[in-house]
């Protein structure tokens, strides 16, 4: 084992502070990697603060990593020390199960095994994420970083990349079809990169009028408001696709309306109350109302070298570990375009 240094929560009130735990020396399929770059995720505030309960403190979270290898065990292949690695949502599942077998470790019946927050099979206590100097996780978890992207806004990819990758993939969207967006938040502007980038026509969906510039500049090629009935009724029956990231109580059923024959809305965002959909929405037109979660370890791979390939990465703010508590406030008030990032050469600096 050795000592690593990160930021944790003591309890669900307390904030962020410097923290010394144990990561294991990496085993002879494991790759040790100092992190560079971890991404902020609403999720990691929802954890923080035990809003969804469970949280098990001290809570290290974090799970959108960027960083460079510095160590492997003796049956790697794939990596080697001095690469550039990232490790996501996921640092295990039981590997056995149909979902796992197929390549979806993401919906591992056993459940898979977090990057922070999950009971730690190899040390005991739960896992610690990426507020921190450095991790260990067996390589067939760990994801190859192309070398053409900037790295800091590589890291939200890890979570925010494939959480509206995957369902693009799954519903087939590309050229000839008509996508709407959503919420132009941090996982809002990462799908309406990729729908574009895959040839959709896409429109966002959106209650603020200011954020149709930006919109347009991140690739939609209309704008919607959806609080205006007449702006939203002439879209109806037009839709293929729609992908709503939005986690706030919102009319489901407005946007189901706007689906042609045999259209999909998949919901990606998780609003905290339930959510009411008419049955009439659905059965009209044959529409199907969905869900999505992150993608498993090769779709993410899959996910990384679309990006290469197109040029695609986070727009992000980067921040110091010191400012992660007032970035989680400003989170709660949607004040980040459109991602934060923390630059951990501050934890160094910290210390």
Known sequence: MFQCHGYAATSSKSPLARFAFQRRSPGPSDVQIEILYCGVCH????????????????????????????????????????????????????????????????????????????????LGGHTFGGYSSHIVVDEAFVLRIPDNLELAGVAPLLC?????????????????????????????????????????????????????????????DEVVLSGDPAAMAQHTNSFDFILDTVSARHDINALLQLLRRDGTLTQVGVPAEPQPISAGSLIGKRRSFAGSGIGGIAETQEMLDFCAAHGIASDIELISISEVDDAFERMLRSDVKYRFVIDMVSLQEAR
């Open 43 to 122: 999720s990691d505030l929802h954890r923080v603060r035990d809003e969804w309960g469970g949280t098990l403190y001290p809570c290290v979270p974090g799970h959108e990593m960027v960083g460079r290898v510095t160590a492997v065990g003796r049956a790697v292949t794939k990596f080697r020390a001095g690469d550039i690695a990232g490790v996501g949502v996921m640092i295990d599942s039981c590997r056995e199960c149909a979902n796992c077998r197929d390549g979806f470790e993401q919906y591992c019946d056993k459940g898979n095994t977090e990057t922070y927050n999950s009971p730690d099979k190899h």
């Open 160 to 220: 925010a990349g494939i959480t509206t990758y995957s369902p693009l993939r799954r519903w087939k969207v590309g050229p000839g079809q008509k996508v709407g967006v959503v919420g132009l938040g941090g996982l809002g502007h990462m799908a309406v990169k990729f729908a574009h980038a895959l040839g959709a026509h896409v429109v966002l969906f959106t209650t603020s009028a200011g954020k149709a510039e930006d919109a347009k500049r991140l690739g939609a």
